[in-house]
């Protein structure tokens, strides 16, 4: 946790280019990461899912076990569960059984075998352990991201209110993006964009470039409106509420301070390292050496962070 959040400070900090003419974006959780996690849940829920099936007695009278894969004529494999016949291939049914799942307790999860797919070019079986752990951080991920963007726009819009938060960012989730250097932008407008270069109405470099620092500039706003989206998804509705919202900041709140708790760990564990302190004489020498741990420059950082991170929420959640 360490290296990961000091990794964006790190790179943002550094970057001192006099003419940044390169566009980039240096936060771990960003459009294309968020859009991975989805996906990453998905495969988890299907997964699951299908390791439920699997162990799940059948019911009598009929002969075969849950989870037994039969062929019907020209419609390919299908999965026995709860009386029916569940086609492999509908994805979004499996996906839903696993949410169900994994939206449970852990205990559920436990005593399941559950296969990783086409992980390997290998007969061997993948699998996946720590899967509710998994599913759960994935979506600690999405929700801090999704919160973490909605602040910034409040913040940078002082007038906006929970309302005309919900009205100016509301839209269809962005799912496909593109890393162009560093850049990201949404698919659909590097299409355009090399539409344009292909149909001549784009000529020069200078030309091109003037498009990135444009769609650059539309970046913050799209970010934004898939953090929304995303914090929509994740709760299952279409329309966010004044309860679901400050129930949202509470969650965020408690997220950044187990960030903020992990740091700390993550570093503490290189000065209770003994092999790491094995290459001092002794533990004065080490510490004139690396300093105390609650020394450290970027710990006291991220835990003024923190508070700032708290009382930015406590400021937002009146209006």
């Known amino acids: 946790m360490y290296a990961l959040t000091r990794n964006a400070w790190k790179f943002r900090s550094r970057d001192k280019r006099k003419k940044k003419v390169q566009n980039i974006e240096f936060d771990s959780l960003a459009p294309d990461t968020i859009e991975e996690i989805f996906n990453a849940r998905r495969l988890l829920e299907r997964w699951t899912a299908k390791a439920s099936l699997r162990k799940k007695p059948a019911p009598s009278p009929f002969p075969l076990p849950y989870g037994e894969r039969i062929k019907v004529r020209g419609k390919g494999n299908f999965l026995y569960y709860q009386g029916e016949l569940i086609n492999e291939k509908d994805e979004e049914e499996a996906s839903q059984l696993g949410c169900e799942i994994l939206s449970g307790t852990e205990d559920e999860i436990n005593g399941l075998e559950v296969i990783g797919e086409k992980m390997e070019k290998s007969k061997r079986k993948v699998v996946i352990l720590k899967v509710y752990k998994a599913y759960h951080a994935y979506g600690d991920m999405l929700h801090y991201y999704a919160i973490k963007n909605l602040l910034a726009y409040i913040k940078a ?117 003994p092999f790491r302190a094995s290459t001092y004489r002794n533990a004065a020498e080490m510490t004139a050496a690396m300093g105390t741990i609650e020394e450290n420059s970027f710990l006291k950082q991220v835990q003024k962070e923190t508070k700032e991170f708290e009382k930015l929420v406590e400021e937002i959640r009146e209006k």
């Open 157 to 273: 819009n002082p007038k906006a209110t929970f309302s005309s938060m919900c009205n100016a960012l509301n839209g269809r989730r962005e799912q496909e993006w593109v890393n162009l250097g560093g850049q990201l932008i949404p698919k659909k407008d590097v299409v355009q964009l090399r539409s344009d270069i292909g149909w001549g109405r784009l000529t020069t470099w200078k030309e091109i470039h003037h498009r990135y620092d444009t769609l650059w500039n539309k970046y913050t706003l799209e970010k934004q409106k898939h953090a929304l989206a995303t914090l929509c998804e994740l709760l299952g509705t279409d329309n966010l509420t004044k309860k679901q919202w400050e129930a949202a900041l509470n969650k965020a709140v408690d997220i950044q301070k187990f960030i903020c708790d992990e740091v700390y760990i993550s570093r503490k564990k290189d000065f209770d390292n």
